[in-house]
């Protein structure tokens, strides 16, 4: 039976292990997924000395069985489709567009809160270590790195703790280094494997992000 994690910090502490070889990188920074993968990458960023920032993805989720994503969206406008859903669905263009629409909404009303007027950070040839709570359909993760792909950063980290064998195979093929610290043969989603997987609020991760602000400020100086 696998390890429970205690919660989302823990988690990234022990992610922060597997991750040492970009511990003071030069130019890496860690990205968590709003909300639950920025915890995760908090541990992360403040084990490995990175900065910390938030990348913003909405899964598109079949109305009705949300946790079923029919892709995904990403900052810069960019659109992942699992076409294998899709094409199990009556009217599936329609609603992806629906959602689409309704979901560019709430990407962008994040990117305003989380950053308060801090503007992103250039990302052309950097490291980029990308950290979720867990991988279950991957939807949001490929998203994401489809759209760093296209800010021409130098390299990809996908970092979970936890994720489903057959998502982080496929995550594989498209990052260009892929930890999932645990992959259980028997997986139905990510929040088994915590004993805590309460909903990480808006509010904890400005103030993760704003720590973690500080922290390098104080390491510059």
Sequence with gaps: MVKKFANRAEAGRQLAEKLIAYRNHASAIVF??????????????????????????????????????????ASGDVLVRN??????????????????????????????????GRLAPDLKDRVIILVDDGLATGATMRAATAAL??????????????????????????????????????????????????????EEVQGLLWNAECRVRKSDQ
């Excluded at 998502?167 to 999932?180: F, G, K, L, M, Y």
């Design 83 to 116: 076409e294998e859903v899709m094409s199990a669905l009556p009217n599936s263009e329609a609603i992806l567009e629906a959602l689409r629409a309704r979901e560019k909404v709430e990407l962008q009303r994040r990117e305003i809160r989380y950053r308060q």
């Design 32 to 73: 968590g997924l709003p909300r639950g993968g920025v915890p995760v990458a908090s541990e992360v960023a403040a084990r490995l000395g990175l900065p910390l920032d938030v990348f913003v993805v909405r899964k598109l989720g079949v109305p009705g069985y949300e946790e079923l994503a029919m892709g995904a969206i």
């Design 149 to 202: 792909r296209m800010q021409g950063v130098a390299r990809i980290v996908v970092a979970v703790p936890v994720g489903a064998p057959e998502t982080c195979q496929v995550i594989q093929s498209e990052a260009d280094e892929t930890i999932c610290a645990i992959m259980p043969a028997s997986f139905y989603g990510v929040g088994q494997f915590y004993e805590d997987f309460s909903q990480t609020t808006d």
